[in-house]
Nanobody, 125 residues
């Protein structure tokens, strides 16, 4: 089965940048849509960004649009989330997810079948 491992999180000042990586092991993700979600303690997990299996379609939460960029490298079985102009409110644990469904609703966490353990992103003022 598929295992996902996030990396690239850390502490950064507001206005700075980070790039998160999601490496997969097991079955190839070349035909799986990929998504990024985030969660703050005491709050529900929220959608951040998603990309179709071909990489031709992307989706972003309004709160990150224009600042974040999702991409993938199917040859490396890896997805990325480039985060620029970070804000304090971006602080959260970020999770990578993969969907094995043919036509998933990419903004919904219920449409994803595999999840990573998460990586902490902390943005200081």
């Amino acid at each position: 089965q598929v295992q996902l491992i996030e990396s690239g999180g850390g502490l950064v000042q507001a206005g700075g940048s980070l790039r998160l990586s999601c490496a997969a092991s097991g079955r190839t993700l070349s035909r799986s849509a990929m998504g990024w979600f985030r969660q703050t303690p005491g709050k529900e997990r929220e959608f951040v960004a998603a990309i179709s299996w071909s990489g031709g379609t992307t989706y972003y939460a309004e709160s990150v649009k224009g600042r974040f960029s999702i991409s993938r490298d199917n040859a490396k079985n890896t997805a990325y989330l480039q985060m620029n102009s970070l804000k304090v409110e971006d602080t959260a644990v970020y999770y990578c997810a993969a969907s094995g469904r043919l036509y998933p609703r990419l903004r919904s966490d219920g449409e994803y079948d595999y999840w990573g353990q998460g990586t902490q992103v902390t943005v200081s003022s």
